[in-house]
C-alpha cells in the first residue's frame, strides 16, 4: 500500500488541523492496522495514535489524549488525525503508516509509510 499525509501547516497554540492519509494499492485499505507518529528535530519518532485493522482498541500517546482523534474511512481508503487544543510542543513532521497483522505502536513494526506532512504550532 502506497500512503500519502497531507493537511499539516502552521496554527497557533490551542488551533485545530486535520491530517489526512491517503491509501492506494491492490489490497484493501481496510485490512491494515493505520498510525500516526511524529518526529520533532533532533528527536525520535515516537508514536501518536494507532487505529487496529480488526479486534483491537484505538489507543494514543499519553501526551495526546484528549486532544487528538484517530479515525478511519475504508471506503475512502483515508485515516485521519482530528488535532485540537494544539501545543507549541507538538510541533514535528507527522507520518502515516499501515502495518499487517501488527496492531501495536512499535514504528519499525510498520512496513508501509508515507511521506510526512509538518505540523508547526506557534506560541
Known amino acids: 500500500v502506497q500512503l500519502q499525509a497531507s493537511g499539516g501547516g502552521v496554527v497557533q497554540a490551542g488551533g485545530s488541523l486535520r491530517l489526512a492519509c491517503t491509501a492506494s494499492?491492490?489490497?484493501?485499505?481496510?485490512?491494515?492496522?493505520v498510525g500516526w507518529f511524529r518526529q520533532a528535530p533532533g528527536k525520535e519518532r515516537e508514536f501518536v495514535a494507532v487505529?487496529?485493522?480488526?479486534?483491537?482498541?484505538?489507543n494514543y500517546a499519553e501526551s495526546v489524549k484528549g486532544r487528538f482523534t484517530i479515525s478511519r474511512d475504508d471506503a475512502k481508503n483515508t485515516a485521519y488525525l482530528q488535532m485540537d487544543s494544539l501545543k507549541p510542543e507538538d510541533t514535528a513532521v507527522y507520518s502515516c503508516?499501515?502495518?499487517?497483522?501488527?496492531?501495536?505502536?512499535?514504528?519499525?513494526?510498520?512496513?508501509?509509510w508515507g511521506q510526512g506532512t509538518q505540523v508547526t504550532v506557534s506560541s
Open positions: 503508516a499501515a502495518a499487517m497483522y501488527y496492531s501495536g505502536t512499535d514504528p519499525r513494526r510498520y512496513d508501509n
Open positions: 494499492g491492490r489490497r484493501a485499505f481496510g485490512i491494515y492496522t
Open positions: 487505529f487496529p485493522w480488526i479486534g483491537r482498541s484505538i
